[in-house]
């Protein structure tokens, strides 16, 4: 069963805006990730956060938790043509099911030159 | 290798026939996962292998899915007696010991006519 609800379904920005999506989910975490997969394949993880972590930056790339709420932010700044991909977010409940991922539906990012 | 390969990358069959699907993961990554994803969705767990352990089986949809792995090595994921609705693109992952990331393969798209 899909445990994260993301939104926007689908998000079309002009390159050089930000791009935020939102992830919520439903039983406690260990750790949520962020996964970009380009063409229908090929899954990247991009950002790794732990349930006692607030916040985190890589590159353009800065994730929020908020686990009172269990929801996430990813967002990207200063777009560009080729962050187009879709974006998920996994969940690991950790304990016995950790490194067990549950993925949510996915938000499809457009950005245009 | 470098990264994690799966065979075939593509497969047709008939309806009712069986499909052996096989991933090798990145060496020393005790870790293998394997997911579903369906046209638009995000990805189902399967089945996850660690170690010697026994495997958490938890996702398989129907007796008709199988999965094995030898040592820490290559994996193979089985469908038996396959349905129109096991279509999707079947995705292998592995783990290395003491990590979260998840290094994705470029999955295997299945049809089933």
């Known amino acids: 069963s899909q445990q994260g609800e993301e939104d926007p379904q689908a998000l079309s920005i002009q390159e050089g805006e930000n791009a935020t999506m939102n992830c919520s989910y439903k039983t406690s975490i260990n750790n949520l990730q962020w996964y970009r997969q380009n063409s229908g394949r090929g899954l990247v993880h991009l950002i790794l956060i732990r349930s006692n972590e607030r916040e985190k930056h890589s590159g353009r790339l800065r994730v929020t938790l908020d686990t009172s709420k269990k929801s996430s932010s990813l967002l990207i700044t200063a777009s560009r043509a080729a962050d187009t991909a879709s974006y998920f977010c996994?969940?690991?409940?950790?304990?016995?099911?950790?490194?067990?991922?549950?993925f949510g539906q996915g938000t499809i990012l457009t950005v245009h030159p | 290798g470098a990264g994690v390969s799966q065979s075939p990358s593509n497969k047709v069959t008939e309806k009712g026939k069986d499909v052996e699907l096989r991933c090798d993961p990145i060496s020393g990554h005790t870790a293998l996962y394997w997911y579903r994803q369906r046209l638009g969705q995000g990805l189902e767990f399967l089945i996850y292998?660690?170690?010697?352990?026994?495997?958490?089986k938890s996702g398989l949809p129907s007796d008709r899915f199988s999965a094995e792995r030898t040592g820490e090595s290559v994996s193979t994921l089985t469908i038996q007696r396959t349905q129109q609705e096991d279509s999707a693109v079947y995705l292998c992952?592995?783990?290395?010991?003491?990590?979260?990331?998840?290094?994705f393969g470029p999955g295997t798209r299945l049809t089933v006519t």
């Open positions: 292998f660690q170690g010697n352990s026994a495997p958490d």
């Open positions: 996994a969940t690991d409940g950790g304990g016995t099911s950790y490194g067990k991922l549950t």
């Open positions: 992952a592995a783990r290395d010991r003491g990590t979260y990331e998840q290094y």
